[in-house]
């Protein structure tokens, strides 16, 4: 029971990933109900942060809170399934725009990162991506510059292309955001070239920055670029988010 549980959690992460969400969550719930029987907790933990994650993307926040707090709950102090949980609900006070909660969480995430068994990993660069993202939610560009920037560079030696990508939308964002849409041009179009090979939470990302009307003003085209990013991207549907970037 304890490797076909290991299978559903690693089909979920597949299903994930190629923006399969329905697909994600029964992975994920047939993983749960083998932890059961098998008692096996790895699985369990894996299992329950799994559907945390897949509810999160889906938009069912109170499921989304209640599968990662009980995740939390089993996971050990300083290990990487403890960072992605935290990084988890850190996202779900961003998307409730509680800004000073979700920084806390960050911070602890920051404080595990520190601790002396561990040493930079993939886990500890995702939270990241959350942190740009409340850096600009607070308004804060310079900083979400910074750290984007920074995370850029250290993920050289980590092979995440869609982390890289999240992380270049974010820099994007943010130096447009700090009036310097001007620069950035090319670097919003190579993305676009790239976006067959990205995750749909990437592309996503990536159409949120792109069509925010106010801040990009002339510098691209929206409905252009949504064409183009849907023709690679065709998992993607909601293109109601064209007429509801506006600030």
């Not at 697909?23 to 933990?45: I, N, T």
């Not at 806390?104 to 993202?133: F, G, N, Y």
């Not at 949120?208 to 510098?219: C, E, F, S, T």
């Amino acid at each position: 029971l304890w490797l076909k549980g290991t299978a559903d959690i690693a089909s979920a992460c597949v299903n994930y990933l190629s923006g399969d969400f329905v697909g994600a969550e029964a992975d994920a719930k047939s993983a749960l109900r083998s932890s059961q029987e098998s008692g096996h907790v790895a699985v369990r933990r894996a299992a329950l942060a799994d559907l945390g994650h897949v509810c999160l993307v889906s938009e069912k926040y109170d499921d989304a809170a209640r599968w990662l707090n009980d995740a939390l709950a089993m996971s050990p102090p300083y290990g990487d399934s403890r960072v992605g949980i935290l990084d988890g609900l850190a996202q779900l006070h961003l998307i409730a725009g509680e800004l000073d909660a979700c920084q806390s969480i960050l911070s602890l995430i920051e404080d595990i990162a520190q601790h002396p068994s561990r040493s930079a990993r993939p886990a500890e660069m995702w939270h990241r991506v959350t942190k740009a993202r409340c850096l600009i939610a607070g308004r804060e560009y310079a900083e979400a510059l910074r750290v984007a920037t920074d995370t850029k560079e250290e993920l050289l030696a980590i092979s995440d292309p869609n982390l890289r990508w999240l992380l270049e939308c974010l820099w994007v964002e943010a130096l447009v955001r700090l009036e310097s849409a001007s620069t950035v041009q090319d670097r919003l179009w190579r993305l676009v070239g790239n976006s067959r090979q990205m995750s749909t939470e990437v592309v996503a990302e990536l159409l949120r920055v792109a069509i925010n009307r106010k801040h990009l003003g002339g510098l691209v085209a929206p409905r252009v670029l949504l064409a183009v990013v849907l023709r690679h991207e065709p998992r993607l549907v909601r293109i109601e988010a064209l007429d509801t970037q506006e600030e």
